[in-house]
């Protein structure tokens, strides 16, 4: 994304830029080497799981073939903010207290049917949130959760080239072709 | 490619000694490097970053978007790096390490000041956005007919010939539209408008009676393959650096030609730190250089120096020289070197949503957009404010990143996602910034930068006429698109700090008398006749317009003129 883009863009994602890929003022710490040092694999795994709740595996894969959980671990680690990782470390357990509200359980342990339930309750909570959030007010750990899960999916190779349409090297332009319903999207512009 | 990268120890002063010095090797120090050199003279290129070569250095120019770690975003790490352009877009994953490191290199803001800097062989050529357009008399002209700061000394005529040479050699694509306050240049076929701009096009035209037009950018990408170059491949990665060399820049383009003289030698790490100055000559003889990787200090000698660091830089080197005569520096007789410092101001517009096209869409990414040429103050148009702004934005299908109404997540979800969404436009306005003589740059020797040299101060803002077209730019952007069909129309204004407009300009202006300005018509220091200044620097006004193209034809005429001056033994 160049000057032009991101003129066009001015929302990136549902009405606000990536959290914590903007105004990286505050001073930062020496970030971990290793994954494991802010997500255990456990975490991986579970947000593996949450991410194929957002996005399902239909007649293309999944979020979680695409490890959209190890995605978030690195953009967590290398590229949020101290205040914004802090957040997103207490959304596991938030998912889980929610489902246990809910359900009597862990999120793992619901069904596909429960886990979509949980996550609606906490998807309209993190968009009431946002609708009357200050700028400056912390970011909701869902939003978090579901933004990363878009932007690791619809970016990942799986993402790309077969939910989406890629073409490396277009050689031209052409402004005004015939679209049909369920032709896909391009992956990039 | 390069010959020279260094090797000085026991070489005899005849091998600090060329015909030419260009200091910077950004869009007009290579311009200078491939005219002087083209022209017989034995001529360095003193860059003050590291070498960065075509293709080779273009690292990323081939991944594919999962083969990015972080997908576009930077770590924290890269953003206390680059905490100027952390502030803004610029903050890439892709393209992070082709801006100047902002630690290294601080800078006092007296006022918010965004300066993006690019210190790397062809410095900001790789990154620019290149929007190419001609200025017209209405520019040339605006100063003297306004009773605003100094006349320019050159008008459109001047200047004409040297837009078709740069363009027929850039290779600039876009449309003959026939506009007195655009004129028309020599150009490779247009991109196209896409279905949607081309309605909205042709409603304008309607609506506003052919009084107002929006065209398709004229672009530095060929969309014909030259010499040397390949066809733009509609990538729209531009800036990573083109493995095709479609677009403009000094890799691409002038560097391989002024390599090709076997007249070049380019000198990377190479902080010009004064120009050297001879009070009985009045002339230049040279240039002193801090190497910036071993922070030894040599001197290079030439006939005649162009001074092309960008506005700031090259008014900051002129700061520094000289000033056992002038204590603020070469140049500075008449007050003005450092002041009038000019941008274009943005960060507004408007956006908003299109109905129907459905059944229509786009194939490959044009790096190219349209633009909606300046209106106000124009043809018996007038506002409560002076001079004017242009438009630049595009038509496009939004993608994933869209809200979905009433579906939250799932299957339903990600099906209405790998579709394209609606149709939306939008436009973003470009002012012309006046020239005012409080809004300068000084050196702050308070704060060194990280070779101990003093920084630069920047006091600059918006004053009255800018803040009154803002509110004129959204208004009638908002109308223009309301007119024209778009639906839900948006508007923004995020303010703009001085700089973000990336076209720095005015710091050493031309003009017609030693007492008002830096430079005389052919962009010579008056106090230094064999000293040019050709970058955004010299710049009288600002325009509207982006300003590159103009930067590179004051280049090729300056070179020309030195050259013969050089020959007659004028200078």
Known sequence: MNRRDAIGRVALLMGGTIIGAEFFLSGCKTTSNKVEDLFGTEDVSFFNEVGDVIIPETNTPGAKATNVGGFMAIMVRDCYKPEDQKIFLTAKNNIDKAAQKQFDKDFLACDMKQRTAVLNTLDTEQKEYNKHKDKKAPNHYFRMVKELTLLGYFTSKPGCTQALRYVAIPGKFEGDVPYKKGDRAWATR | ?571
């Open chain 2, 1 to 571: 490619m390069l010959k020279d990268t260094v090797n000085i120890n026991g070489k005899a002063k005849a091998d600090y000694t060329y015909d030419a010095i260009v200091i910077g090797s950004g869009i007009s120090g290579g311009w200078a490097a491939k005219e002087l050199t083209e022209k017989g003279l034995k001529t360095i290129m003193l860059e003050r970053g590291r070498n960065y070569e075509h293709l080779k250095d273009y690292k990323t120019a081939t991944k594919d978007p999962w083969e990015f770690e972080h997908r576009g975003s930077i770590t924290q790490a890269q953003a206390k790096q680059h905490p100027i352009i952390a502030r803004n877009w610029g903050a890439q994953e892709q393209i992070i390490d082709k801006w100047a490191n902002d630690v290294d290199s601080p800078y006092t803001e007296v006022k918010p000041f965004n300066w993006w800097r690019a210190y790397q062989l062809g410095g900001r050529s790789q990154l620019w956005g290149r929007q190419s357009y001609r200025w017209s008399d209405h520019d040339f002209e605006a100063n003297a007919k306004d009773g605003w700061a100094i006349d320019w000394p050159i008008r459109y005529a001047d200047l004409a010939p040297w837009y078709d040479y740069v363009e027929k050699f850039a290779g600039i694509s876009g449309s003959r539209d026939g506009l007195e306050q655009l004129p028309d240049g020599h150009y490779l076929p247009p991109m196209q408008m896409n279905v949607v701009e081309k309605d909205v096009a042709r409603r304008i035209k309607e609506k506003y009676k052919g009084s107002r037009h929006m065209i398709i950018g004229r672009t530095a990408n060929l969309t014909q393959a030259i010499p040397g170059r390949t066809a733009c491949q509609f990538r729209n990665r531009c800036w990573e650096g083109c493995p095709f060399g479609g677009y403009f820049s000094t890799q691409s383009s002038t560097l391989p030609a002024a390599v090709a003289t076997g007249n070049l030698t380019v000198r990377p790490f190479s902080i010009v730190t004064k120009i050297i100055y001879d009070k009985n000559t009045q002339k230049a003889t040279g240039v002193e250089v801090l190497d910036a990787e071993t922070n030894q200090t040599y001197e290079y000698h030439a006939k005649i120096v162009f001074v092309n660091a960008s506005a700031l830089n090259s008014a900051w080197v002129l700061m520094n020289s000289a000033t056992d005569v002038w204590q603020g520096g070469l140049g500075s007789s008449s007050g003005e070197l450092g002041h009038n410092v000019m941008d274009h101001h943005y960060n507004l517009g408007a956006s908003g949503m299109i109905n129907g096209f459905e059944d229509k869409y786009v194939y490959g990414r044009r790096a190219n957009g349209i633009y909606i040429p300046r209106f106000t103050n124009l043809f018996g148009d007038k506002r409560d404010y002076l001079r004017g702004f242009g438009y630049q934005g595009s038509a496009n299908r939004e993608d994933w990143s869209r809200d979905v109404a009433e579906m939250q997540f799932g299957a339903g979800y990600k099906e209405a996602l790998v579709e394209p969404g609606q149709w939306s436009i939008g436009i973003t306005g470009f002012g012309e910034l006046l020239p005012y003589h409080e809004n300068k740059i000084s050196l702050d020797k308070s704060k060194k930068d990280k070779w101990g040299l003093p920084v630069l101060a920047m006091d600059a803002e918006l004053k009255e006429n800018e803040q009154k077209m803002r509110v004129d730019i959204i208004s009638e952007a908002k109308a223009m698109l309301e007119s024209s069909g778009v639906k839900n129309v948006k508007t923004w204004n995020n303010g703009h700090h001085v700089g973000d407009g990336i076209h720095e300009m005015g710091t050493a202006r031309m003009g017609r008398d030693p007492k008002t300005s830096v430079l005389n018509g052919h962009n010579q220091v008056w106090d230094a006749k064999n000293v040019f200044v050709t970058d955004g620097a010299s710049m009288t006004s600002s325009a509207c317009q982006n300003p590159s193209l103009t930067y590179m034809a004051l280049t090729a005429r300056a070179a020309d003129y030195a050259v013969k001056e050089l020959k007659k033994g004028n200078i």
